[in-house]
Nanobody, 115 residues
Framework: VQLVESGGGSVQPGGSLRLSCAAS????????MKWYRQAPGKERELVAT????????NYADSVKGRFTISRDNAKNTVYLQMNSLKPEDTAVYYC?????????WGQGTQVTVSS
């Protein structure tokens, strides 16, 4: 099982990034996918969730209206489009696959928002 995040980097406030998480080794289309983030000295925070078929999404209040989660089950990939980025969005972003008692995590990708 592998979840590999990519697309992180450094961006100025107001900028955009698109994170990707490529999955392998399990039936991706059967799993709910989530993006979490963890800033230095803070607990890991749930950012966005998408249902297995992609028809339902949920967002943390802190990112609602700025971030969009999506998935392509044909490509076994989940995305997080991040717009209007703020310094407080700086964190390591992790993707997470969940189905019943199964849970898998990626290694994380750093996002830094700074002028």
């Amino acid at each position: 099982v592998q979840l590999v995040e990519s697309g992180g980097g450094s961006v100025q406030p107001g900028g955009s990034l698109r994170l990707s998480c490529a999955a392998s080794g399990f039936t991706f289309s059967s799993y709910v996918m989530k993006w979490y983030r963890q800033a230095p000295g803070k607990e890991r925070e749930l950012v966005a969730t998408i249902s297995s078929a992609g028809g339902s999404t949920n967002y943390a209040d802190s990112v609602k209206g700025r971030f969009t989660i999506s998935r392509d089950n044909a490509k076994n990939t989940v995305y997080l489009q991040m717009n209007s980025l703020k310094p407080e969005d700086t964190a390591v972003y992790y993707c997470n696959a969940v189905r019943w008692y199964d849970a898998y995590w990626g290694q994380g990708t750093q996002v830094t928002v700074s002028s």
